[in-house]
DNA sequence: TGATCGTAGATTGTCGACAGAATGCGATCG
DNA sequence: CGATCGCATTCTGTCGACAATCTACGATCA
């Protein structure tokens, strides 16, 4: 969150970046669960959590206050952490949220006629990986993530995140390997840029919000979301 | 968050809410803050606040943590909380975080149909508050909050309860003592519902959410977005 | 044999303490 | 007289400890 700031241009001095072991934890325990390290449901003790890191209680405390409030660790009726309990139920209210941010964010891009130009790579990146599942799913995740971080509204792009690392570890629980099928992925891509660019010349972001919801809900054929959303 | 659930449904077994001083400490804190008594960018440091509750640290910080997720609190480079730096340029993104949250929260309510009679509670309040420009804005934001809670979306509810919390502050730090002009507060709402009402029966969101955009943002004309986002 | 109760262990909530870093004030130097 | 340096105080980050509560296992009883 906050990667104490160096502005140091020139890169003579070394980042003396001293996170704080809350940071660390906070940093460790994520990437654990969306690791698929840590399934729904498992309880999470902080005591053990301390031990492994070799840390106090008090940071990873409040790492995990952290990751409650992002949505990934929930907090039992009878007090005792445990990661958050998503399911394959749970994946439509994420994919619906996830869709109105990133609709947000083309609305945004199209109003402020913000360059997209960085988009090209990240279709780049889709087309070398052809063939390898996971590496796909990397690629898209970055394309969307970009085009939500083009808006330039950061709380957005904040609870994007959050939500994104929501719907991996939902995914994971539901041993739904791939989120859509990696097919035409590149094609797709392609015609949301181009929608997109049209747009931005002509100032109507109304078509590629429509082509936007079809291509986000139709990844998701598998869940019961599959009205485009009226 | 967790209200200790007690399915006493006799009433005989009083409530045993153990409430943990985190969550006490964080209702308090957080409402010191929507409630204007803490300006941001006014340091928060948790030693002072933990005498002045008669509390020790520990709970204070994780109340703080909490506080920093939903946006509320933030931590200086320096390492130090501070109430969030909101202020009148945050605005309009906060503005179109909330109207992505609401015109997700209508959608959704058509897409299944879902009964909006008890929005009509809401706009009796609204009426009974004509005259009073605090009892109007209450009434106004439990009408806003009441069709995001009758979307069903958990999450939604919670994200969009910490955004007005955030556009709280912000608008308590810019001075601006009223959000929208009254004027019209019933008549558009009113609008509204009929709207709605009429989407639940042709299963077309567009009207609505069409409505719903130009209301939110006519409400903010002094802010830069008022583009109806196309 | 099965269910209930009780106790031992584990785990959380909270506290006080200590070291390191930051802040602010005063002394020193130009 | 103004700017810089140094020191004292304050505050934060982290730790270990203690009590209260919960869990799980085993003993007791019907």
Redesign the interface.
């Known amino acids: 969150m906050?990667d104490?700031?160096t502005d140091d241009a020139t890169g003579i001095f070394e980042s003396i970046t001293t996170t704080?072991l809350?940071d660390r934890a906070h940093g460790q325990i994520r990437a654990l669960i969306v690791a698929g390290k840590l399934r729904p449901g498992e309880p999470l003790k902080d005591s053990v959590l301390a031990e492994q890191m070799g840390i106090s209680r008090?940071p990873v405390?409040?790492a995990l206050?952290?990751l409650?409030?992002?949505?990934l660790v929930e907090?039992s009726?009878n007090?005792s952490y445990r990661i958050s309990l998503l399911a394959a139920e749970d994946i439509p209210?994420?994919a619906?949220?996830r869709l109105?941010?990133e609709?947000?964010a083309v609305?945004?891009i199209?109003?402020h006629r913000y360059s997209i130009d960085s988009l090209a790579e990240h279709v780049a990146q889709l087309t070398a990986a052809t063939g390898d599942p996971a590496a796909a799913a990397a690629a898209d995740a970055a394309f969307h993530r970009a085009v939500v971080g083009l808006a330039r509204?950061?709380?957005?792009a904040a609870?994007y995140d959050d939500l994104t690392d929501?719907i991996r570890l939902a995914l994971l629980a539901s041993d739904i390997e791939t989120w859509g099928r990696g097919e035409m992925l590149v094609e797709n891509h392609t015609m949301l840029v181009d929608a997109l660019t049209e747009a931005l010349e002509t100032?109507?972001?109304?078509r590629v919000v429509r082509m936007w919801e079809v291509h986000v809900l139709g990844g998701m054929t598998a869940f019961d979301i599959l009205?485009p959303?009226?």
């Open positions: 906050n104490a700031v704080s809350v008090s405390r409040e206050r952290r409650e409030q992002s949505g907090k009726a007090r209210e994420l619906s949220l109105a941010d609709t947000l609305r945004t199209v109003q509204l950061p709380r957005l609870r929501q100032g109507d972001a109304r009205d959303l009226s």
